[in-house]
């Protein structure tokens, strides 16, 4: 397991950008980011290998947020833009399997979050 810290959240108006960065304390394999709302399931939004040769993204957020990772500093990046209201959250970075995945339950270390206020 890793320790991961997030960073770059905040609050933006209606089509703006943000920047989300996670630093974790090891080397990571595949990692992703994820978002959640009170009372609702922590949604997938990006993962990526460690190689950058594979992500995936959520269809809603295709076009509109790129992940990226930088592996000699350890740190992971969303990039944001064009961003809605409806994609206000709390967003977490995750690290886990070898293998790309989209599933929550496959990965081993959270961030603690960050929150992502849109406003219109």
């Known amino acids: 397991q890793v320790q991961l810290v997030e960073s770059g959240g905040g609050s933006v108006q209606v089509g703006g950008s943000l920047r989300l960065s996670c630093v974790a304390s090891?080397?990571?394999?595949?990692m992703g980011w994820f978002r959640q709302v009170p009372g609702k399931e922590r949604e997938f939004v990006a993962v990526?290998?460690?190689?950058?040769?594979?992500?995936l993204y959520l269809d809603s957020v295709k076009g509109r947020f790129t992940i990226s990772r930088d592996n000699a500093k350890n740190t992971l990046f969303l990039q944001m833009s064009s961003l809605k209201p409806e994609e206000t959250a709390v967003y977490y970075c995750a690290a886990g399997p070898w293998t790309l995945t989209t599933a929550p339950s496959d990965f081993h270390s959270w961030g603690q979050g960050t929150q992502v206020t849109v406003s219109s």
């Open positions: 990526i290998t460690r190689s950058s040769s594979s992500a």
């Open positions: 090891g080397r990571t394999l595949t």
